[in-house]
């Protein structure tokens, strides 16, 4: 098989070191996040909702010309790999996707019939790209940039756990706009208490014993996971995804 290091026509992209990202994420996430508050019906400062703890496991890089020329029109796309089945890619792209269309942050579009990307997100964050297959793709579904998203793991049964990873690659430039890299464990407290917390806020007249079902259900838990990665894309964006997510499966 030939190494997209081989593929004749490649572009250099914005070299992104994955410890610069995780630096830059966390920085970015105590520096948004520290000091903030609610302010309640009659004036009062109340405490935010427990999601929105800032001690979250997972890290943010944003180039500059992300906040000042984002994409309108996304294709999201699972990366080639071999950790997790192609289904449970797919069903995390299609998660992302929904989160993004309900903040409203741009247009989305998911085909399942493309399968996979076709290329190797991590050499994509170290810099290279297959610029024939990036315009192919792009050019097929008029879109300004390429989402590629990746499930590094998935425990379904408790305590559940998810790591992911994924990059958002300007179309027009060949370089990557955005990229977020995490890992979310409920046998952690602190993300176990923002889980439970955003389902919870998410299922409002649903009853204590279906939320306690939902609470093992690893779908739901990546919907809560895709909407923290979209919160945190939409931040340089200025959009406060809070109120928008969307609700969990069967709420």
């Known amino acids: 098989m030939q190494s997209l290091h ?4 490649m572009k250099r992209l914005l070299p992104i070191d ?20 609610w302010i309640g019906r009659h004036g009062t400062i109340i ?14 890089f944003a180039a500059p010309a992300y906040a000042s020329q984002p994409p309108r ?12 089945p192609l289904a449970m890619q797919a069903q995390f792209a299609d998660q992302l996707a929904a989160q993004f269309r309900a ?11 493309l399968g996979n990307c076709q290329c190797d997100l991590d050499t994509v964050l170290h810099g290279r790209f297959n610029e024939y297959r ?26 559940m756990e998810v790591a992911a990873t994924c990059a ?38 649903v009853s204590p014993e279906t939320v306690a079902v939902y609470q093992a259900s690893p779908r739901h838990f990546l919907s809560f996971v895709a909407w923290q990665i979209a919160r945190r894309m939409a931040e340089p964006l200025g959009v406060d995804l809070t109120e928008r997510a969307t609700p969990a499966m069967g709420c």
């Open 6 to 9: 081989h593929v004749p026509a």
């Open 18 to 37: 994955r410890r610069q990202v995780l630096g830059l994420g966390l920085a970015a996430a105590a520096t948004s996040l520290s000091g903030c508050c």
């Open 47 to 60: 405490d935010p909702p427990a999601f929105l703890d800032d001690r979250e496991s997972f890290s943010f």
């Open 73 to 84: 029109r996304v294709l999201v796309l699972p990366a080639q790999t071999t950790v997790q």
């Open 103 to 113: 903040g409203r942050l741009f247009e989305t579009i998911v085909d399942p019939a």
């Open 134 to 159: 990036l315009l192919d793709l792009t050019d097929r579904y008029q879109a300004d940039a390429l989402l590629v998203t990746r499930l590094n793991r998935l425990q379904a049964v408790a305590p």
């Open 168 to 205: 958002l690659i300007d179309r027009a430039e060949a370089v990557v706009l955005a990229a977020a890299d995490g890992h979310w464990n409920t046998a952690d407290p602190v993300t176990n208490r923002s889980w439970c917390s955003w389902l919870t806020h998410h299922c409002i007249g």
